[in-house]
């Protein structure tokens, strides 16, 4: 089986090249905004033409910049939005099936016990809205979807909280970070795997699922975990949201129920910590 992977240079599709080795049975086509523009739907079709054998499109594709995307609207939601609607438009034509990373900034925070499946999304940044945008456009064009929504995503690949704790730790005896947001640390390459898994087992299961590693913790508590594994001796201040502000409104708890697709993939979940510590062993 043929997979395009889309936006194929950042953290998650740089674990999934990691992986590769591991999945014999599949030919990997990787792509990122330079080789295919997800915005432009004529050059998409062009591409999927000339790769026929396309069966399963993988959509790393982002904005990501979160508080730069409060004064960066129309490119936010023509990346997330637009680029997410015209992969799905191009798989329905050519028989793909599509996989496509979302957000636990579609939710609002104020819950208090892990968002499932089920919960009405009401995102409170301009990011989470176009995530949002592209999962309901991708609903309203192909059936053959799988939507997995992810939290606090790190690896030793890209831009992270990881590896901007470590930067800022060379140069730095103390660092403040904010103790009252919480939600669940994600190695990108435990995504990577359970994306790959939903391929290779053929899955048929479409819909909206919910990945992250299991566990809550703060930013705080994220920060002095990696210094703990780090050997670092960095001082850790909490601090407040309000003492720390940003463009973008954060969901104050953001933690995902993985119920769902534990079941449909008969999958363990590691814990965050678990996850993280193996990256310093």
Not at 52 to 62: H, K, M, T, W
Request: glycine content about 4%; hydrophobic content about 40%; overall charge negative.
């Amino acid at each position: 089986m043929s997979v395009l992977v889309v936006g194929a240079n950042g953290q998650l599709g740089s674990c999934i090249k990691d992986l590769e080795v591991q999945y014999k049975d599949l030919n990997f086509i990787y792509t990122d905004a330079t080789l295919l523009n997800i915005c432009n739907l004529k050059e998409l079709q062009a591409f999927f033409q000339g790769n026929q054998s396309i069966d399963y499109c993988i959509n790393c594709a982002a904005y990501t910049a979160v508080d730069q995307a409060e004064t960066e609207k129309e490119k936010a939601f023509q990346i997330n939005a637009e680029g997410a609607k015209n992969l799905a438009s191009v798989c329905k034509e050519n028989k793909a099936i599509l996989l496509h990373v979302s957000t636990d900034f579609v939710f609002d925070g104020k819950k208090t016990t892990p968002y499932t499946e089920a919960d009405t999304p009401n995102p409170i940044s301009v990011y989470g809205a176009s995530k949002l945008q592209g999962e309901i456009e991708i609903q309203k064009l192909i059936k053959e979807h799988f939507i997995i929504r992810t939290s606090w995503l790190y690896s030793e690949h890209g831009s992270n909280f990881l590896k901007t704790m470590l930067r800022l730790a060379e140069t730095r005896d103390e660092i403040s970070v904010v103790s009252d947001q919480i939600g669940t640390p994600t190695y990108a390459g435990d995504l990577a795997e359970v994306l790959l898994k939903i391929i290779v087992t053929s899955n048929n299961n479409y819909g909206v699922y919910h990945f992250s590693n299991e566990g809550e913790t703060s930013w705080y508590d994220f920060a002095r975990t990696i210094f703990k594994f780090a050997n670092s001796k960095v001082n850790v201040i909490a601090i407040p949201t309000e003492a720390y502000p940003t463009a973008a409104k954060r969901p104050e708890y953001s933690v995902l129920n993985k119920g769902k697709i534990v079941q449909a993939l008969s999958i363990r979940v590691p814990h965050w910590q678990k996850s993280l510590e193996n990256l310093f062993i």
